[in-house]
C-alpha cells in the first residue's frame, strides 16, 4: 500500500505544531529505531467519542458462566446469574426400591476469576421451567423462566465466594468449587421420577428434570467465573439403603457436560452510579463524552469513536502513510483491575460491528500496559483502506475483551480529557518523506 498513500496536513485536520519526530511525541514503541531517522509524526487528528450501552452478548456455551453481585460507586450495580441443564452419569441407571436421600449437593468448580470484594450475600437456587437446549441461542438479556420454589436447603443460608481455596476433607482435598446444599426433596424426585422413563437416556431426562438457575442477591458478593464442564460440577444425590440388613451409604451424580445447555444473565443497574454520564443510561443509550469513556465487560458498555477528518489524508506527493496507533490511556483502580485486552471494530452499511483488517494481521496489538497506564491499537490497515476508497469511514467501537466471561471495567481518557495532549485519547499518524 506504501506506492499510493500519502499524508497532506491539512489544516482542519493536524495542526502544524502537531507534525514532529516520533521522539518529541514520547510515542515509545510506535516505531521500529531504524525508522525513527526518516519519519515524522502527528496526533492531532480530530475525534469524537461517545458511550455506548451495550444492548446484548451471546453467553450461551462460553468457556465460563458468571455469578455474584458486585457495586462500583462509579459504574453502578452489576447481577450475574446462570442457568445449566444437566446429564446422566450413565443411562438407565438402577437404585434401590427403598432408599433415603440424606443430601444433595450442587458442587460448581471455578475458573479462578473474580471481581470486587468477596463478602457474603444470598443466592437463590430454582428449577427451569422451559427448555434450555444447546441447540437454542441465548443471550445476556434473556431471563430463563423458573418455578417458584427455591431449592435451597436452608434458604436463610449466606455463601461466601472463595474462588482460590482448596477444600479439605478427611480423604482428600477438593479443588475450588462453590458447593450448595440443596432440599433433599429434589434428590427423591431424581432418583424416583414419576415417569419412570425419564432416566432412559439423557434427552428424556432433560426433558423431565430441565435444569437450574442459579441467582445472587444484590449484597456485594463479588462476582466470579464458574466452569460448568468441570469435572467437579455436577449434582450428587447422597443416599443410603438396607443391603441385606447392612445400612449402606453411595451416591449418584448428575454432570454438566458440554452438551449441555448453559448460558449467563447479565444485568447492570445504572441508576446506582454516581457518574451523570452512566446515569444517563436508564433513558438513553448513547452519550456524547470528550473527557472520559467508559469500557464495561459482560454486555456492559462500549465507546464509539468518529475520526471526522479522516479522508482529508490524501495523496500528497513525498510523503507516505507507514503506521497508524490508536492510543487509548486508562484510569488506573487499584480496586478495580482493567480488561486485559480491548478490541476494535468499525460499523459496516448494514450497522454490523466488523473486525478491522489489521486484526487479521495479527499485528492490531490491544492488551492492556498497565505500567504505560494505556492500550495501543494499530489500524494502519484500516486508514488506509478507508483514504483508498476500500472502506467507508464509519464509525469505530471499542470493546472489553473476554466480555462473555468477565465483568471488568475500565476508565479511559477520552480526546478532550486533559490539557496535557499525551494523556488524551488520540490517534498517532506516523509518515515518512
Known amino acids: 500500500m506504501r506506492n499510493t498513500l500519502f499524508l497532506l496536513c491539512a489544516l482542519v485536520l493536524f495542526a502544524v505544531s502537531g507534525c514532529k519526530k516520533p521522539t518529541d511525541l514520547q510515542a515509545d514503541g510506535l516505531l521500529p529505531q531504524e525508522d525513527v531517522l526518516y519519519a515524522n509524526q502527528s496526533d492531532t487528528a480530530r475525534i469524537l467519542s461517545y458511550i455506548v450501552r451495550e444492548d446484548t452478548l451471546s453467553t450461551d456455551e462460553l468457556s465460563a458462566c458468571l455469578l455474584g453481585s458486585y457495586t462500583d460507586e462509579t459504574f453502578g450495580r452489576t447481577l450475574a446469574s446462570f442457568s445449566t441443564q444437566f446429564v446422566l452419569s450413565g443411562a438407565n441407571p438402577s437404585f434401590p426400591e427403598t432408599f433415603e436421600v440424606d443430601s444433595v449437593i450442587f458442587s460448581v468448580a471455578y475458573t479462578g476469576y473474580s471481581y470486587g470484594s468477596m463478602g457474603e450475600g444470598y443466592l437463590s437456587v430454582k428449577e427451569l421451567s422451559a427448555d434450555l437446549p444447546k441447540s437454542g441461542s441465548f443471550n445476556s438479556s434473556y431471563n430463563a423462566p423458573v418455578m417458584n420454589e427455591n431449592l435451597l436447603a436452608d434458604a436463610s443460608q ?43 437416556s439423557d434427552e428424556n431426562f432433560q426433558a423431565y428434570f ?31 439403603f438396607d443391603n441385606g440388613g447392612l445400612a449402606d451409604t453411595t451416591f449418584y451424580e448428575f454432570p454438566v457436560t458440554s452438551d449441555c445447555g448453559r448460558y449467563s444473565r447479565l444485568q447492570h443497574f445504572y441508576q446506582y452510579a454516581t457518574q451523570p454520564e452512566l446515569q444517563g443510561f436508564v433513558t438513553t443509550d448513547t452519550l456524547a463524552n470528550q473527557t472520559m469513556a467508559y ?35 486508562f484510569e488506573k483502580d487499584a480496586r478495580y483491575s482493567p480488561t486485559g485486552q480491548i478490541f476494535i471494530f468499525y460499523q459496516n452499511s448494514e450497522g454490523t460491528l466488523v473486525a478491522l483488517p489489521d486484526q487479521f494481521s495479527g499485528t492490531i496489538g490491544g492488551g492492556v500496559e498497565e505500567a504505560n497506564k494505556r492500550y495501543r491499537l494499530n489500524i494502519t490497515q484500516y486508514v488506509q483502506k478507508v483514504i483508498s476508497g476500500d472502506l467507508e469511514n464509519a464509525p469505530l467501537f471499542i470493546v472489553s475483551g473476554a466480555a462473555g466471561v468477565s465483568v471488568n471495567r475500565t476508565i479511559i481518557h477520552g480526546p478532550e480529557f486533559s490539557e496535557n495532549h499525551f494523556e488524551n485519547l488520540r490517534l498517532v499518524i506516523t509518515y515518512s518523506n
Open 158 to 200: 449466606t455463601f461466601q465466594f472463595k474462588p482460590k481455596t482448596y477444600l479439605y476433607g478427611i480423604a482428600d482435598s477438593l479443588a475450588p468449587q462453590l458447593r450448595i446444599p440443596l432440599k433433599t426433596s429434589l434428590g427423591n424426585r431424581l432418583l424416583q421420577p414419576a415417569d419412570t422413563t425419564a432416566l432412559d
Open 295 to 329: 469500557l464495561q465487560a459482560g454486555a456492559g458498555t462500549k465507546t464509539k469513536l468518529v475520526l471526522p477528518n479522516l479522508l482529508d489524508l490524501q495523496i500528497n506527493g513525498g510523503r507516505i502513510v507507514n503506521k497508524a496507533e490508536l492510543i487509548v490511556p
Open 210 to 240: 430441565k435444569g437450574l438457575k442459579v441467582e445472587a442477591g444484590s449484597y456485594p458478593m463479588g462476582v466470579v467465573a464458574l466452569d460448568l464442564t468441570n469435572i467437579n460440577s455436577k449434582i450428587t444425590v447422597y443416599y443410603r
